[in-house]
């Protein structure tokens, strides 16, 4: 599947899980070198709704099914709702559930790429200090060219 067909396809799956998306306010195209970008079609009004979210679509430790698979208190008790631990947890679990996932489609797609800096990455294996207080609130999806 290219690109185009790759964002076609997950904006029809985001629409299918109830996700809105105005198709007629804003597109998503390649930009050089750089991968994806949105650009709206128009002339917006403040206050425009470009696209709603349903909360139950967002893969998250309160939506995937791991944390009841585990059990609340074990969850609670190794701290895995605190931090990215118990996130990066559900990610890898849904990802593995292949089609039987809820967001198998989302993860699937070959055109994303995460760029979160890990850990485990030397360049920040000395300064954890640089996850806890600027990457608290961050994630960081871009859509890439093959």
């Keep these: 599947m290219n690109n185009d067909a790759g964002v076609d396809y997950l904006i029809n799956w ?5 996700g809105t998306f105005d198709r007629n306010a804003l597109t998503f195209a390649p930009i050089d070198g750089l991968g994806w970008g949105a650009f709206a079609l128009r ?3 403040q206050g425009h709704t470009l696209f709603a979210l349903p ?3 967002t893969l998250s430790t309160r939506t995937s099914s791991l944390p009841s698979l585990i059990g609340h208190s074990d969850w609670k ?3 895995l709702h605190v931090g990215w631990a118990g996130l990066i947890l559900c990610l890898l679990w849904e990802a593995a559930q292949n089609e039987s996932s809820k967001w198998s489609t989302y993860l699937g797609m070959k055109c994303l790429r995460c760029t979160v800096p890990l850990p485990c990455n030397p360049k920040y294996s000395d300064n954890s200090s640089v996850l806890t ?3 608290r ?4 999806l871009e859509l890439r060219r093959s």
């Design 133 to 135: 207080n600027n990457l």
């Design 43 to 45: 002339d917006l009004q």
């Design 77 to 79: 008790k190794h701290e």
């Design 14 to 18: 985001f629409t299918a899980h109830n």
């Design 137 to 140: 609130y961050t994630y960081v």
């Design 55 to 57: 909360r139950d679509l």
